[in-house]
């Protein structure tokens, strides 16, 4: 039932139903009539003043005319039809300065007009106009004129004019806020900052005076010895302008030649600008690769269809080169409600009465989803007077013909090893002798998984919104893909033979296929392996209408891209953990069980690992919406790994994250302390894109970091736990480590092992009184003693064993990484058998549904198998009215935040209480109380004793 605007309903009594009276009552009525007529008014006058007192946060206000789907193209997506030859005249030198810049909006917004009391829609047409009287379209605001000038990417036409200094690199652009960091980058400061990453290196640091405030914006890049030399080729990103209007044109117009100003251009298809390139010769260092790649501020912001790329490395084989990116749309998430009254531009669509906060930079993103569906293509012979090769470049030598050219094709057209790609990967070689650069292959990515095949089975409509409110689907945040390398360079690539000191004399080229992203259900393009009668959506996405048959992509050096990539060695080499030359066959563990995975890859690589972990950590961090800095991330990250080595993992690799913070510190002297077999550093410095709750956030950091360590490493294990230095794993039962606990799960035939988790509390009777830490309101922060561990300060869980309220988004997971093909934080998202169609899930014996539901999936035991203790640091503004709280008796989690733990002989009918008062509100855990703890104080005293025999 669609309801009217308040408004209407107080303001015309007369359109009440009228009430019929008999003759014998007038006078009464009439009197009721007139005593309801002016309450109704005092309502209404109420009303009114709260609306205009209140309207921004009014719960009152009505929601925006509601998305109609994007069948429609643009008009029907966005509300309006853009065509660039329509656009206003204005000064573009004035526009590109404003074209992100949402403060402006926000302003209008708090100054809109009260006296209305339901949100004007986007198409501006009242549903409730009584009157027959024609409404007018108003003139586009400043902000509609903006967000067309995003759509049609004019972003780079003055990219060329920028010029960036250490003075003029933008400051406060990236701010903290209450809910976590805002991007207030107008488009002309996104250019400079692209352009300034690229000058003086992309980690980028606020310089503090005395009393807090940032004095000026230090830009920095991880610096290593030897490395690339002046004559190798550097990392460069060609970006180029994407015109979103031309998308809702069927079929979709050719890009021409976009390097030529002189090539004859199709209206529909007109080139808006030359590629522009910038180049990264920051990027210096094989092992150093994930810290000196461009990621804060990537070129990604200028052409938003160049993958964001955090990590790459070649497979141990060395037949693939693989890609961790993520999606950076994602990170322009972050959202505010529709202020009442409020008119939102022309094309911003609103969801929930919700509207994004840049919602300019995520409609400028929109290309990132298009990187995660497939895209089918077929090899053809070109002969097109419109593609010559006029071109800028410097012609490149080959050793392998003419380059390929491809056509977008339906699945029944295209190639076999086009039938599921996206990208285009072009391999050169450099020759240091000649200092010459050659041309020695082509190929098409792959992707590790089928983004689109995973939405339908975990039963979603569409695996990206229009829109753009699609968080919540947290396999669309990784793009994982991989190109196959050239048969001749796959043995020297898996010797490491293509390094020389630490840098490449191997590269890559990524170069997207540039399609809109469809919005449709999946089931409407599966590539046929995903076909049956039941699953596929017959000609609903038809391919020779959306892109036509001549659809021919152009010329590489024609298209926005990636070039020179270099192609490391594999990375255990490339990290130390085995020498360069070897083949990691000899180094195999025996596998002594069955094939307890049922459904491996392929070919499985070589196991060097049962148990290995990874992490994510650094010096410090701001919890999530930068509510608070804890800064005691080496003293716990040093009896973390104290521990893991003590319960059985084998091999722990630690990706510093300090670098997002300072440039001053990092974890390495902590990870020094222990043997580079047992403990290895990745130095890793991006920044999380948005530090926001909930699904308005994005932990971009640290998801790249669980999927490198995964197909970097975990390739090498058997099995594989991604946890905080927080969490400690901890065998239970009759198990004394944790490679004896996967060992049962082998035997048992489990894939993924959960461990439920909530925060338990510090003891209150084992950390520094609280006056010592004590804040103005009384609070304090719970602070571990010096001479203890958290591993024993926080032996306090407030639910007694088996726990039955722990939360499924807090467990964490050990799993087989060669059954895992996307694991994020909490979840192992897609599997081997997720992916497989409905024929191959029945061949295996496994059974066949729809919604996938994981098998495979064991929680643990945790009094008898093993458990995880979560010591969860605890800030200041936990700890309100903590003295009043922690003498009630109540057994909840938040509750009392410090640990009062029952006495082990405490029966039921005895005081709840201490003697002192205190609440008892936890419970110990015997075995790390008697065995765990003891063992580990006793592995730190000895760590301790041979670091001082080596100083």
Known sequence: MTSLPITRLISDPLSQPKIMHSNKKKKPTVKLTLV??????????????????FGEDSSLSSSPGEYSGADGGLEVATGMQIDGANLLHRDEDTAISQVFDTDKVDQISEKSDKNSNS????????????????????????????????????????ASEVKVTKDSIPQGVMQNEEHGIRDRRTAKDIVASVLAAAEFGDRQ????????????????????????TPQMPILTAYCEPVNQTTWSIKPLPRRYNTQSSSQPQSSEAESQSNLFSIQYPHLTSCKALPSQFPIDTPPVDLDPFLPWIHDVFPSSDGKYIQFVAQNRRRCFNGQRRVYNGERLPQGVVAHKNYVHLEYGKNYFMRPQAALFQHVPVKKVEVSDEHDDDSSNHEKIASTVGEEPRYRLASHEDADPDGMDTRFICRFKSFDPDATTLTIVGYSLSEFELDYDFHTYRKGYLHTATHEGYDNHMIWMSQLLFKCPIPEDWRDKVKLGDTVINDY??????????????????????????YRNSKMTLENLFLPDDEWGKDHILPKIDHSGRWENIPICMPSLMTHGLLPKGSDIRSHSLP?????????????????????????????????????????????????????NLLSGFNHIYVYDNSGAFTNRDSLA????????????????????????????????????AESSCRMRFGAHARWLGSFDTDEYL?????????????????????????????????????????????????????????????????????????????????????????????????????????????????DAGERWTHRYKESHMLEFDEENEATM?????????KMRSWKERCTQTVLEESHCNVGFPFPKDYKDGQSKNRSDGWAYNCFLNDKIESYWWPKLVDAIKKREEITASLQ
């Open 119 to 158: 949100v004007i829609n986007n198409n501006n047409d009242n549903k409730f106009s009584n009157n027959n009287t024609p409404q007018h379209k108003p003139s586009k605001t400043k902000e509609e004129e903006e967000l067309e000038y995003i759509l049609t990417g004019k972003i780079l036409n003055h």
């Open 730 to 842: 901890v065998p239970m039962g009759k198990f004394g480590s944790m490679s004896e606990v996967a060992a049962d799960l082998d035997r048992r035939r489990v894939r993924v092992a959960v461990f439920p988790s909530s925060p338990a509390k510090p003891r209150f009777d084992l950390i520094d009184d609280p006056e010592k830490t004590k804040q103005p309101d009384g609070t304090f922060i719970p602070t571990v003693k010096d001479d203890e561990t958290f591993l024993h300060t926080y032996n306090c869980n407030w639910e007694q064993f088996p726990r039955t309220k722990t939360l499924t988004h807090r467990s964490k997971q050990m799993y087989r990484a060669d059954y895992v093909k996307l694991h994020y934080v909490h979840y192992a998202t897609v599997t081997v058998v997720s992916q497989m169609n409905e024929k191959e899930t029945k």
């Open 205 to 228: 640091y606020d310089d503090e005076e005395s009393d807090g405030q940032v004095s000026s914006i230090t830009m920095s890049q991880t610096v290593i010895e030897g490395g690339r």
């Open 504 to 529: 490449s004399t191997l590269y890559v080229d990524i170069i997207p296929i540039r399609t809109p992203p469809r919005y449709t259900p999946p089931r409407e393009f599966f590539q046929p392996k």
């Open 669 to 704: 002297d902590v990870i020094d302390l222990f043997p580079p077999e047992q403990v290895t550093r990745i130095d890793w410095p991006c920044k999380i894109c948005s530090n926001r709750d909930g699904n308005e956030g994005e932990r971009s950091s640290q998801y790249a």
């Open 36 to 53: 309801g007529a002016i309450l109704l008014g005092i309502y209404a006058t109420f009303v009114y003043l709260i609306l205009v007192t």
């Open 869 to 877: 203790l979560h010591s969860k640091s605890k800030v200041a503004t």
């Open 591 to 643: 596998d002594h069980t069955e094939n307890h995975v049922a459904f491996p890859p392929d070919e499985t690589p070589s196991v060097i690992h049962e148990v290995i972990a990874c992490t994510w950590a650094s010096t410090t961090f701001k919890t999530r919406s930068n509510r608070a800095q804890v800064g005691d991330g080496k003293r716990r990250l040093k009896e973390w790994l104290e521990f």
